[in-house]
């Protein structure tokens, strides 16, 4: 589901750049920049002359972590229970891995450009076929309905340090972005019941005790 979501928005980017400003395509992938650039002995790495996107951190959101863990069916008269969805914010790297530095601070300003424009991703406002092009074959894998909300995020230097110093040592132009809110769910009812739809209290006196003599 994580990749499916940012494939989702991989996809709305490169039709934007294609739109605008006639980039060659793809112009935007995923990868991890800590496996090198493609083409290096013994590496499957990421390309040159590309916006890679890479998550750097996972965060759960605590604020939605005690919801109930039912759903109730008025219609069929049954509830359901199953453990809430876990919401998760993540830490998105936007990278240039342009060999030309002039070329990669263009096309970053794109990028912020794009999520500028367009901070907020749903079933509603991408194209159907930014949901189906690359998308995991298996359905669970796949996004049903979404709320993708691109907030950018500014490190401190110290944050920087380390972050580039995880990946490998070598800082290329970037931005950072959290990425709220993906909720993951395994699609399996743990039990099923039925709903008490009515209550009937039936109280009455009970005669006293005859008195011994």
Same mark, same amino acid.
């Given at each position: 589901?994580?990749?499916?979501?940012?494939?989702?928005?991989?996809?709305?980017?490169?039709?934007?750049?294609?739109?605008?400003?006639?980039?060659? %395509?793809?112009?935007?992938?995923?990868? *991890?920049?800590? @496996?090198?650039? $493609?083409?290096?002995?013994?590496? &499957?790495? #990421?390309?040159?002359? %590309?916006?890679?996107?890479?998550?750097? *951190?996972?965060? @759960?959101?605590? $604020?939605?972590?005690?919801?109930? &863990?039912? #759903?109730?069916?008025?219609?069929?008269?049954?509830?359901?229970?199953?453990?809430?969805?876990?919401?998760?914010?993540?830490?998105?790297?936007?990278?240039?891995?342009?060999?030309?530095?002039?070329?990669?601070?263009?096309?970053?300003?794109?990028?912020?450009?794009?999520?500028?424009?367009?901070?907020?991703?749903?079933?509603?406002?991408?194209?159907?076929?930014?949901?189906?092009?690359?998308?995991?074959?298996?359905?669970?894998?796949?996004?049903?309905?979404?709320?993708?909300?691109?907030?950018?995020?500014?490190?401190?230097?110290?944050?920087?340090?380390?972050?580039?110093?995880?990946?490998?040592?070598?800082?290329?132009?970037?931005?950072?972005?959290?990425?709220?809110?993906?909720?993951?769910?395994?699609?399996?009812?743990?039990?099923?019941?039925?709903?008490?739809?009515?209550?009937?209290?039936?109280?009455?006196?009970?005669?006293?005790?005859?008195?011994?003599?």
């Amino acid at each position: 589901m994580i990749a499916h979501a940012l494939t989702i928005v991989i996809n709305e980017m490169n039709q934007h750049l294609d739109d605008i400003f006639q980039m060659t %395509m793809p112009a935007v992938g995923l990868g *991890n920049l800590a @496996e090198g650039f $493609a083409g290096s002995p013994g590496s &499957n790495g #990421v390309a040159r002359n %590309m916006l890679i996107l890479s998550v750097v *951190n996972i965060k @759960e959101e605590k $604020a939605l972590k005690n919801l109930p &863990n039912y #759903v109730r069916d008025d219609a069929s008269l049954k509830v359901s229970y199953e453990n809430p969805p876990v919401f998760l914010n993540l830490q998105i790297l936007v990278s240039a891995t342009h060999t030309n530095y002039s070329d990669a601070l263009l096309v970053l300003s794109r990028a912020i450009c794009f999520f500028q424009y367009k901070n907020v991703f749903t079933q509603d406002n991408v194209s159907a076929n930014s949901i189906a092009v690359n998308a995991p074959n298996n359905p669970l894998d796949q996004l049903e309905s979404f709320k993708l909300i691109f907030d950018l995020y500014s490190p401190s230097m110290e944050e920087v340090n380390h972050l580039w110093g995880t990946l490998g040592g070598k800082q290329y132009p970037f931005v950072l972005y959290m990425l709220r809110m993906i909720d993951l769910k395994f699609k399996a009812v743990q039990s099923e019941s039925g709903l008490i739809t009515e209550v009937v209290s039936d109280f009455y006196h009970k005669a006293p005790a005859a008195p011994h003599d």
